[in-house]
């Protein structure tokens, strides 16, 4: 099992900056890529913001291009989330998401949530 413990969430106005964390622990030299997603207020699906390789590469929604930045460290087990230039529309709460594989089988571990509020 890998488990995931995000941090950083809170409020901010409009045009501010924040920083997300997450620690892995548990199995965690079987994680492979890791990953953010927000699920907005009044919005039952997560959405995926930005996700990044075991080896670095990464991807961002589009509405996250610009304007964030993800990045992990593989020896502390950790991942972040540059959070810049904020917008009302980016609030959400944000969890932390980890693939990792047990013998030929993926699976994929969440993190609690951490919400983040922007104010016009």
């Known amino acids: 099992q890998v488990q995931l413990v995000e941090s950083g969430g809170g409020l901010v106005q409009a045009g501010g900056s924040l920083r997300l964390s997450c620690a892995a622990s548990?199995?965690?030299?079987?994680?492979?890529?890791m990953a953010w997603y927000r699920q907005a207020p009044g919005k039952q699906q997560r959405e995926l913001v930005a996700?990044?390789?075991?080896?670095?590469?990464?991807m961002y929604a589009d509405s996250a291009k610009g304007r964030f930045t993800i990045s992990r460290d593989n020896a502390k087990n950790t991942v972040s989330l540059q959070m810049n230039s904020l917008k009302p529309e980016d609030t959400a709460l944000y969890y932390c998401n980890a693939d990792w594989m047990d013998g030929p089988l993926k699976y994929g571990s969440w993190g609690q949530g951490t919400q983040v509020t922007v104010s016009s």
């Open positions: 548990g199995r965690v030299f079987r994680i492979s890529a």
């Open positions: 996700r990044i390789s075991s080896g670095g590469t990464t």
